[in-house]
């Protein structure tokens, strides 16, 4: 068995699937590197023949190549416009999707979505995939601040965000192949509208949702420790990231303040110079250090305000993606729990008959029936309901193992797609804080050398010393 | 001490040997070196504290330089540079320091007996006593050589009545708005020092409200360490990069502190200036005043000798409460009109001795008082592009730690 240990955080050993060999036949890239550093779906164990075939868990079994060599489907969102009608205006994006892919008729489309659809998007994937980790959609509300839905810089951010969420999408492996997900970037408007209505019926939602809260009422008993670990760590994450979102917020914003009394700090010098006159140079010159380090200044707002800032916020979103997906894992959990108990419970029934302390025999004496046609009757149907039960459970339990190995190998890309994003977006930052240093430095350092000659050549002109 | 102000103090002494006699800083070394903490009852005999400051001086004449030091408060330089004010009118006196804090950043204190008020006090006054010293006239003051070597100098001060000879102030503004002809140069500088003043107080506010941004700015990053420190904690792979990064969170924010100490020394440089400013004005008002007391004498000496053509010709055109009485209580005898003629005679003669007398007054100190400019402006410009040039250095400073930082920081998030 894998050496999966209850911390979430350690690597997985690397290993080679059985069916590897099969999927380098089928694919034509020369490279054979198998071994995908971020997406390992198996669990390590051996192929068995009682594992249930249920399409999510033969996909489990086929490790895909390393995506930047296998990316065979790409996928942007720009161009938004505002549409007005008579009940509501609202923006759309453009889509486009080039792909290689066979499931796909063409190999280009375009198509407009809103951010409803994006929502209908999400919530089908989750559906199918409860356990497999989302990057998560731009917030519908923004709480803070006076921000108008349709204020630009916002359309911009949830822009990027819808885009980076259809990109993560595409890049997974298991969820880019989902049906849906194919209909959203392909079907025409109207197309998307009748299929979105033959989802599943009102009442089977409802009783899906009348089971989830049953199972997260009932709590579950036995979570394995990695888990466990696995919620801690998230707790503990997304309280980090609250955190550090709100001091780049406040960074960004005393970075503004600073730039509004530089913008005045300049033209007081150029103020100066007009009063002096061996001054004047150094007095413009210094003015306009102070200006080329304004617009520097502003270009790194803006980086901040670009990069870092969503990033964060995205981040603090994320943990609470993961939490539900640890939530909705637990109630999988719970639910074959409860089969497991009723199971029991009908078996005890069963054993009890046996001993023919059912009550339940006298009262029917009294209605006509004879005892052991009614004992006899009885048996049958909890025989029969006993049988009913163990399918069940044997269902629920393959439920519960393909959820708990879909969230495994989807925690460790997670986990690397976390790394990955907070590095760079990091790196990025002090890459532009180093840059725009650089920037003042050259025109202060222009300034002197220009003063340090002009002092030498009056030196030399005139002056004798 | 401010490098600088030596620098200048160089300079200065190379052109002291130009000048009038050679200056006393080139005999003599002089340093505020210290700063104490005193207590005492003051004049109402109440407890009071108080700084005292060190000045050391060495005569370095000769082969034995013989050091001596004394100790004084503020109160007693503000009594000498009173003193020197009123000797030289027609120079423009080095202001001293700031008496209370002004043009502070939240994070200054404005408290007078902060360490960091004290010490830039200090070289303040330091610097005060090197321009007197190095200044062709004012260094061979016998009064500014006992402040530095004679504990009762305050005896020889006052001693000398300067007290009484000062201008009153209401006599200066009287001046200002009744001088008719002005020497223009004058009040071209006057302007300038008015524009001075104005663009030297309002770049130290807006250089302060900057200072304090740039400290919010810095200090905040310091939460990244924080944060960083406590998130390595939860993190296997990500932990070594995340901890030493919020190290240089935590040195980033706290440079902020140097970079803005530093800056306090280009702002007391300014401040000179702004005080400076002022002496300037100092000189202006004497002028004011001096030609307005040669108009007050021409007019008068003019108006005398009007009276006495009128007296002479017997026509009276110039209105005088005598005429009006004698015209109603009767002419006056030629006894009285020749007592009167000879009395004018008297006060014209008077009176011409006065304006010759102001009208030199007037050349000599504009002839001083010009030569003493000149040799301000020279020093101002050279001073203030020093301190410009000095300034754009601490600017580089600052870049230069900054990228310093985050390609430290840079290197710890990439090994994340």
């Keep these: 068995m894998s050496g999966m240990s209850a911390d979430p955080a350690q690597a997985l050993p690397a290993v080679m699937s059985p069916l590897s060999g099969q999927m380098l036949e089928l694919d034509e890239d020369d490279d054979l590197e198998v071994f995908s550093k971020d997406m390992n779906l198996m669990d390590g164990s051996p192929m068995n023949a009682s594992m249930p075939t249920s399409p999510a868990s033969m996909i489990n079994q086929y490790k895909f190549e390393e995506e930047t060599d296998a990316k065979d489907i790409f996928v942007t969102v720009d161009n938004p416009e505002s549409h007005v009608t008579a009940l509501e205006t609202f923006i759309t994006y453009r889509v486009v999707t080039k792909t290689t892919r066979s499931e796909f008729d063409s190999c280009e489309y375009e198509v407009r979505r809103r951010y409803q659809d994006f929502l209908w998007l999400k919530e089908r994937l989750e559906e199918g995939h409860p356990t497999l980790i989302m990057h998560p959609l731009p917030e519908k509300f923004v709480m803070k601040g006076m921000v108008e839905r349709f204020n630009d810089d916002f359309i911009e951010t949830r822009q990027k965000a819808l885009h980076k969420f259809l990109n993560r999408v595409a890049d997974h492996p298991i969820l880019s192949c989902h049906e849906d997900f194919k209909i959203f970037l392909t079907a025409q408007a109207w197309e998307l509208t009748s299929h979105k209505k033959q989802g599943p019926g009102f009442l089977s939602r409802m009783g899906d949702t009348v089971r989830a809260v049953a199972a997260s009422v009932r709590g579950v008993r036995n979570r394995p420790e990695e888990f466990t670990a696995m919620l801690e760590y998230v707790d503990s994450f997304g309280q980090k990231m609250i955190s550090l979102d709100k001091v780049t917020q406040r960074i960004v914003k005393e970075q503004k303040e600073y730039l509004g009394e530089l913008k005045e700090y300049g033209p007081v010098y150029t103020l100066w110079s007009g009063s002096e006159e061996e001054l004047v140079e150094p007095l413009k010159g210094v003015a306009s250090c102070i200006d080329r380090c304004c617009k520097a200044t502003e270009e790194q707002i803006g980086h901040l305000s670009e990069n870092l800032v969503p990033l964060l916020h995205e981040y603090v979103l994320c943990t609470d993606s993961v939490k539900a997906v640890l939530r909705r894992r637990d109630n999988i959990q719970a639910e074959s729990e409860a089969k497991n108990d009723a199971l029991a419970n009908r078996k005890a029934d069963r054993e009890a008959l046996k001993d023919s302390k059912d009550l339940g025999f006298v009262l029917g004496s009294f209605l006509g029936k004879k005892p052991e046609e009614a004992k006899q009757q009885k048996e049958q149907r909890l025989d029969s309901e006993i049988n009913e039960l163990k399918e069940e459970v044997e269902r629920l339990e393959d439920k519960v193992e393909c959820a708990n190995n879909a969230l495994k190998g989807d925690w460790l890309r997670w986990q690397g797609n976390m790394r990955s994003d907070i590095k760079a977006a990091f790196v990025s930052t002090a890459e532009k804080n180093v840059d725009y240093y650089e920037k003042c430095l050259a025109v202060w350092e222009s300034f002197l050398t220009s003063q340090t000659a002009a002092h030498d050549m009056e030196s030399n002109s005139g002056h004798s010393s | ?416």
Excluded at chain 2, 53 to 68: A, C, F, R
Excluded at chain 2, 189 to 205: F, G, I, M, N
Aim: with cysteine.
């Design chain 2, 1 to 416: 001490s401010l490098p600088s102000v030596r620098g200048t103090h160089v300079e200065s002494l190379e052109k002291c040997d130009m000048a009038e006699g050679s200056c006393l800083l080139r005999k003599m070394e002089i340093s505020v070196a210290e700063a104490e903490k005193r207590t005492g009852k003051n004049a109402v005999n109440m407890q009071e504290t108080y700084t005292v400051y060190l000045i050391e001086t060495s005569v370095t004449e000769g082969h034995n330089p013989v050091p001596d030091s004394l100790w004084r408060r503020y109160s007693e330089f503000e009594l000498l540079r009173n003193y020197l004010l009123v000797t030289y009118p027609f120079i423009v006196i080095p202001p001293l320091p700031e008496k209370r804090a002004e043009f502070v950043w939240h994070k200054l204190s404005a408290d007078n007996m902060d360490p960091d008020f004290v010490e830039r006090r200090r070289i303040g006054l330091e610097n005060f006593l090197l321009r007197v010293a190095s200044h062709p006239v004012l260094s061979s003051d016998k009064i500014f050589f006992l402040f530095l070597t004679e504990n009762g100098w305050k005896e020889a001060v006052f001693e000398t009545g300067f007290l009484a000879k000062s201008d009153s102030r209401l006599k200066a503004l009287n001046a200002t708005f009744r001088v008719k002809n002005p020497d223009k140069r004058f009040s071209e500088l006057k302007h300038y020092s008015d524009e001075l003043q104005s663009v030297t107080s309002q770049l130290l506010r807006v250089r302060a409200r900057v200072a304090d941004r740039l400290y919010g700015v810095y200090k905040v990053h310091g939460n990244y360490g924080r944060v960083f420190s406590e998130w390595s904690a939860i993190e296997k792979e990500m932990g070594d990069g995340l901890q030493s990064a919020g190290h240089h969170m935590d040195a980033y924010a706290a440079s902020v502190d140097d970079i803005l100490e530093e800056e306090e020394h280009y702002a007391d440089q300014l401040k000179e200036y702004l005080f400076y400013a002022e002496a300037v004005k100092a000189v202006c008002r004497k002028h004011e005043l001096l030609q307005y007391e040669l108009e007050t004498a021409s007019q008068d000496l003019a108006s005398k000798k009007q009276q006495q053509e009128e007296l002479a010709a017997g026509t009276v055109r110039t209105f005088s409460f005598k005429g009006m009485t004698s015209k109603l209580f009767g002419q006056e005898t030629p006894e009285q009109r020749e007592a009167k003629l000879k009395v004018l005679e008297e006060q014209i003669k008077e009176g011409e001795v006065t304006v010759t007398e102001k009208t030199l007054e007037c050349e000599e100190f504009v002839k001083n008082a010009w030569k003493d400019i000149e040799r301000f402006k020279e020093q101002k410009d050279h001073d203030l592009r020093e301190a410009l040039m000095s300034y754009a250095v601490m600017q580089i400073s600052m870049c230069k730690k900054g990228i310093q930082v985050w390609t430290n920081a840079k290197e710890c998030f990439s090994k994340m």
